[in-house]
């Protein structure tokens, strides 16, 4: 049985080390991070984690869009684990949006992102996976490849003018900010 884990918070230094790569999918070690990262995940409203979010310095993400309240238009996809992820950008476009992170609670901000790209990892069954990520899964991608590279979106933000606390983005969202 897996236990969920606790989130790592801003300031653990997990979250600011190059994750190692995964040799063997197929170890032990490997299948309990992934089910911990899946349980914990589960527990809350995020679309995506990191193994280095429950304190696991490995290349491995999951993907999980679906809407929530903190993302009510997110497009549903099936949970999905990506070891050793990478990518590479289609298209110099970026665009900025809203993202928030289950390690940063209470905060969000306005983060540029590429729009298109074409993502590559391995699978828990160790085949090679090559597919094309457009608009919110894209970004779901690029801010979980962060963590594994020992950065958080607000490394990313082009302006503390762009960092809003979750009340006033829910108040943004709504029309009711003054």
């Not at 549903?76 to 684990?81: A, K, S, Y």
């Not at 306005?110 to 590559?120: D, T």
């Not at 801010?143 to 082009?158: A, I, P, Q, S």
């Amino acid at each position: 049985m897996t236990m969920m884990r606790e989130i790592a918070q801003l300031g653990a230094k997990v979250l600011r080390q190059k994750a190692e790569a995964v040799v063997d999918v197929h170890d032990i070690e490997i299948r309990e991070i992934i089910e911990a990262m899946q349980s914990t995940l589960a527990t809350t409203s995020g679309v995506g984690i990191a193994a280095p979010q429950i304190s696991e310095s490995k290349q491995i993400i999951i993907i999980a869009s679906r809407p929530t309240p903190r993302y009510p238009s997110a497009p549903l996809m099936e949970p999905t684990v990506m070891i050793n992820p990478c990518f590479q950008i289609l298209s110099e476009t970026q665009e900025k949006g809203w993202e928030g992170c289950l390690s940063i609670p209470g905060i969000r901000a306005l983060v540029p992102r590429y729009q298109e790209i074409m993502v590559h990892y391995t699978d828990q069954q160790g085949d090679l996976v090559e597919l094309k990520l457009s608009g919110f899964v894209a970004r779901i991608f690029q801010h979980e490849v962060d963590h594994l590279e020992g950065k958080t979106y607000l490394d990313r933000v082009e302006s503390n003018l762009d960092i809003f606390a979750e009340s006033e983005f829910v108040k943004l969202i709504d029309g009711t900010q003054a």
